[in-house]
């Protein structure tokens, strides 16, 4: 009896010695190993931290030859996000669509679009199963269709942070929900869970041109991603936390895109709550999703 | 009595777990507590003279209007102008009922007028507008019509009216919409020329 667990115990020993020494000696770089062994994001030290980022910014300069800078910025004091969007006034431009895909270092090909737009029979109302995201008409808004943009509605009672099992992904006291793609394991376990469908998954190595390439970056946000990670809109983490709008809100022609702090009584976000009509996707899910619908007219 | 025992104890029972329902639905409700008022963004509390504007969108050499008009007799009489036309073939903004000079002062031609007869520069074009679009204009002051740029918490560039809108054809113009996403059969395609190309390398030699 005693051999018996002395042996088994003896085989375990040896197992990981081996798979360790293996991990050494399989010519992966020590980077790589430091990676592999990295913490989850909220537990490393502010020195950790300082030294992980240093290590990024230098593989990528080395894999894109420009200078990025990675920020670690944390959440401000006293601000909760929200956003609205105006859908009297969208007309389905996809203006958003593409800076989105610029600003955060989105993958090309394959292709990863953070934000659908979604065409809507006026007659239906909104109806996901009768919407369409591959229109490409002459020109836009279409005669009797109205339009819907979909990406992270940053849930209050996010369904992809509770179904992870590797707490990569979780929600900042800013509201924004984030992932840790180090620590990411991409088991898209939180893309099932998504209702919106605002989660991607990459496939292959992103690729992405290195004259459109933004270096000005978040650890948790649009830093470049590597294969096998999800990924999803961050309220473009790296602008709002130094006070800037999304990219989306920036480029919108018609203005129907609204970002603020919903602690802040005068913020465009409260009035709309307070006076505009105002709606959520699948409130019957009880998400409590930060993104808010609104008509503006 | 045993009967009644049995009654109350049940009726604790589920009168705690109500309770314990309650309670743990009701943690769920964050609070919040409100911004003090010198942190807030003082959106609401706008003065004109704080806006941030882009230039204001002029055709090319019409600016300013006694460029023209110093050497010209005014007349008040609803006309089709002879200059303008590009003006006068696209205005449908009440056609109908208006004309040049229910926006444009005739005596002060650098200028725009109010319904009152008061005068404004072309850069406070928005009090014109706001005149008769009240909802729309009450909507801008606060940022939630139009478009505003720069800093959620901070400094912010505003766009006026008359950078969206004609004020001539005031009706949004359609776009042509940015390229939809790849569909499903467009990546078989491109897979399919990626590995096709190699085979037919191969064959030639």
């Given at each position: 009896?005693?051999?018996?667990?002395?042996?088994?115990?003896?085989?375990?020993?040896?197992?990981?010695?081996?798979?360790?020494?293996?991990?050494?000696?399989?010519?992966?770089?020590?980077?790589?190993?430091?990676?592999?062994?990295?913490?989850?994001?909220?537990?490393?030290?502010?020195?950790?931290?300082?030294?992980?980022?240093?290590?990024?910014?230098?593989?990528?300069?080395?894999?894109?030859?420009?200078?990025?800078?990675?920020?670690?910025?944390?959440?401000?004091?006293?601000?909760?996000?929200?956003?609205?969007?105006?859908?009297?006034?969208?007309?389905?431009?996809?203006?958003?669509?593409?800076?989105?895909?610029?600003?955060?270092?989105?993958?090309?090909?394959?292709?990863?679009?953070?934000?659908?737009?979604?065409?809507m029979?006026?007659?239906?109302?909104?109806?996901?199963?009768?919407?369409?995201?591959?229109?490409?008409?002459?020109?836009?808004?279409?005669?009797?269709?109205?339009?819907?943009?979909?990406?992270?509605?940053?849930?209050?009672?996010?369904?992809?942070?509770?179904?992870?099992?590797?707490?990569?992904?979780?929600?900042?006291?800013?509201?924004?929900?984030?992932?840790?793609?180090?620590?990411?394991?991409?088991?898209?376990?939180?893309?099932?869970?998504?209702?919106?469908g605002?989660?991607?998954?990459?496939?292959?190595?992103?690729?992405?041109?290195?004259?459109?390439?933004?270096?000005?970056?978040?650890?948790?946000?649009?830093?470049?991603?590597?294969?096998?990670?999800?990924?999803?809109?961050?309220?473009?983490?790296?602008?709002?936390?130094?006070?800037?709008?999304?990219?989306?809100?920036?480029?919108?022609?018609?203005?129907?895109?609204?970002f603020?702090?919903?602690?802040?009584?005068?913020?465009?976000?409260?009035?709309?709550?307070?006076?505009?009509?105002?709606?959520?996707?699948?409130?019957?899910?009880?998400?409590?999703?930060?993104?808010?619908?609104?008509?503006?007219? | 009595?045993?009967?009644?025992?049995?009654?109350?104890s049940?009726?604790?029972?589920?009168?705690?777990?109500?309770?314990?329902?309650?309670?743990?639905?009701c943690?769920?409700?964050?609070?919040?507590?409100?911004?003090?008022?010198?942190?807030?963004?003082?959106?609401?509390?706008?003065?004109?003279?704080?806006?941030?504007?882009?230039?204001?969108?002029?055709?090319?050499?019409?600016?300013?209007?006694?460029?023209?008009?110093?050497?010209?007799?005014?007349?008040?009489?609803?006309?089709?102008?002879?200059?303008?036309?590009?003006?006068?073939t696209?205005?449908s903004?009440?056609?109908?009922?208006?004309?040049?000079?229910?926006?444009?002062?005739?005596a002060?031609?650098?200028?725009?007028?109010?319904?009152?007869?008061?005068?404004?520069?072309?850069?406070?074009?928005?009090?014109?507008?706001?005149?008769c679009?009240?909802?729309?204009?009450?909507?801008?002051?606060?940022?939630?019509?139009?478009?505003?740029?720069?800093?959620?918490?901070?400094?912010?560039?505003?766009?006026?009216?008359?950078?969206?809108?004609?004020?001539?054809?005031?009706?949004?113009?359609?776009?042509?919409?940015?390229?939809?996403p790849?569909?499903?059969?467009?990546?078989?395609?491109?897979?399919?020329?990626?590995?096709q190309?190699?085979?037919?390398?191969?064959?030639?030699?």
């Amino acid at each position: 009896m005693q051999d018996k667990n002395n042996s088994r115990r003896t085989f375990l020993k040896n197992l990981s010695t081996t798979a360790l020494s293996t991990i050494l000696l399989s010519g992966c770089s020590s980077q790589a190993v430091e990676e592999f062994f990295q913490r989850n994001f909220r537990e490393l030290s502010k020195s950790d931290v300082d030294r992980i980022i240093n290590k990024l910014e230098d593989k990528y300069f080395l894999k894109y030859g420009k200078k990025f800078h990675v920020s670690a910025e944390p959440a401000m004091d006293e601000t909760e996000f929200a956003y609205g969007l105006d859908l009297s006034r969208c007309i389905g431009c996809r203006r958003c669509v593409h800076a989105c895909v610029k600003e955060n270092n989105q993958s090309r090909e394959p292709q990863i679009h953070w934000i659908q737009v979604l065409q809507m029979d006026k007659e239906k109302g909104i109806d996901f199963s009768h919407s369409n995201v591959h229109y490409n008409p002459e020109l836009v808004p279409e005669e009797g269709h109205f339009y819907l943009p979909v990406s992270c509605q940053h849930c209050r009672n996010p369904q992809c942070i509770a179904v992870c099992p590797a707490k990569a992904t979780w929600q900042e006291p800013d509201g924004i929900v984030v992932v840790d793609y180090n620590w990411c394991i991409g088991c898209r376990y939180c893309m099932a869970a998504c209702p919106y469908g605002a989660r991607h998954f990459n496939w292959a190595e992103p690729t992405i041109p290195v004259e459109e390439i933004n270096t000005e970056t978040h650890y948790l946000g649009n830093r470049p991603r590597p294969k096998g990670v999800v990924e999803k809109c961050t309220f473009c983490v790296q602008r709002v936390r130094k006070g800037k709008y999304p990219a989306c809100v920036e480029i919108c022609p018609v203005g129907s895109r609204k970002f603020g702090n919903l602690l802040d009584p005068d913020s465009e976000i409260r009035y709309i709550l307070e006076n505009k009509r105002v709606l959520v996707l699948k409130e019957e899910l009880n998400t409590e999703p930060r993104f808010y619908y609104f008509y503006g007219v | 009595m045993k009967v009644n025992n049995h009654i109350s104890s049940g009726t604790i029972f589920i009168l705690l777990a109500f309770l314990l329902i309650v309670s743990v639905s009701c943690r769920n409700r964050r609070q919040t507590k409100e911004l003090p008022k010198e942190k807030r963004a003082h959106v609401a509390a706008m003065n004109v003279n704080d806006i941030s504007v882009p230039p204001l969108p002029f055709s090319d050499g019409i600016f300013p209007c006694t460029d023209c008009h110093a050497h010209q007799t005014p007349s008040p009489i609803k006309r089709v102008l002879n200059w303008h036309e590009d003006i006068d073939t696209i205005f449908s903004h009440d056609k109908e009922n208006r004309w040049c000079l229910d926006c444009h002062s005739l005596a002060s031609r650098d200028s725009l007028k109010l319904a009152s007869g008061k005068l404004i520069p072309f850069r406070e074009s928005f009090k014109l507008c706001g005149q008769c679009h009240g909802d729309k204009y009450r909507d801008w002051k606060v940022g939630v019509h139009g478009k505003r740029t720069g800093e959620w918490n901070g400094k912010r560039e505003y766009l006026l009216c008359v950078h969206c809108h004609n004020p001539h054809s005031p009706k949004f113009k359609s776009l042509k919409p940015e390229a939809p996403p790849h569909l499903l059969g467009d990546i078989e395609k491109d897979q399919e020329i990626q590995t096709q190309k190699p085979r037919q390398d191969a064959r030639q030699k």
